[in-house]
């Protein structure tokens, strides 16, 4: 079956730019969705379609996907911006997840 | 307002059977695929099974085909998962959630937990 791969956690100071990648055989052939999710909240989608950012995401939140890896890019990050981040792709006719990457705002 | 909310989760002893319900509004589930994720305590996302928007084809995760059955009653607005032979790692929350334009996940329950346990 068809696998996502995140790294488990990242850090990053405020104001700074993170990027979080997500990993998966061609995955620059597939769309590739972004989700956040905070403690104790259902998900939120921040980006679709690789690079598209649905109404009400702020600008600082941007993606790319090339390759075999997705990246999600805050820029100017945020303390709110501290969440649990999912990539998630279809293969055939099954979603995917990756296993998340938690952002900590130090 | 497009509003999704789930019920039906509760605790369970293993082999025994439950379903969830969906109920929707604020849109159609004639135009719209739904899915069921659900998240285990702790860790991540786990899609579960999705209904097309005609309703004709289903689609489930390995881990449930078999045992879960996700349908639908558009008259209702109101997505169903049955679930059966329940295990003790079926125990998660259970979101339901829309199928969007772009293929994402666009629209999200509060998600129902449903605990496995003997």
């Known amino acids: 079956s068809y696998e996502l791969t995140q790294t488990p956690s990242v850090s990053v100071s405020p104001g700074q730019t993170v990027g979080i990648t997500c990993s998966g055989d061609?995955?620059?052939?597939?769309?590739v969705s972004w989700y956040q999710q905070k403690p104790g909240q259902s998900p939120v989608v921040v980006i679709c379609?690789?690079?598209k950012r649905p109404s009400g995401i702020p600008e600082r939140f941007s993606g790319s996907n090339s390759g075999s890896t997705a990246t999600l890019t805050i820029r100017g990050t945020q303390a709110m911006d501290e969440a649990d981040y999912y990539c998630?792709?279809?293969?055939?006719?099954?979603?995917?997840f990756g296993g998340g990457t938690k952002l900590t705002v130090l | 307002q497009v509003q999704l909310v789930e019920s039906g989760g509760g605790v369970v002893q293993p082999g025994r059977s439950l379903r969830l319900s969906c109920a929707v509004s604020?849109?159609?589930?004639?135009?719209?695929?739904m899915h069921w994720v659900r998240q285990a305590p702790g860790k991540g996302l786990e899609w579960v099974a999705m209904?097309?928007?005609?309703?004709?084809?289903?689609h489930y995760a390995d881990s449930v085909k078999g045992r879960f059955t996700i349908s639908r009653d558009t008259s209702k607005k109101t997505v169903y998962l049955q679930m059966s032979s329940l295990r003790v790692d079926d125990t998660a929350v259970y979101y339901c959630?829309?199928?969007?334009?772009?293929?994402?996940?666009?629209?999200w329950g509060l998600g129902t937990t449903v605990t496995v346990s003997s």
């Open positions: 959630a829309r199928d969007g334009a772009s293929r994402e996940v666009d629209v």
């Open positions: 604020g849109f159609s589930l004639d135009y719209y695929g």
């Open positions: 209904i097309t928007y005609d309703g004709r084809n289903e």
């Open positions: 061609k995955l620059g052939d597939k769309d």
């Open positions: 379609q690789n690079t």
């Open positions: 998630q792709a279809w293969d055939s006719s099954s979603v995917v």
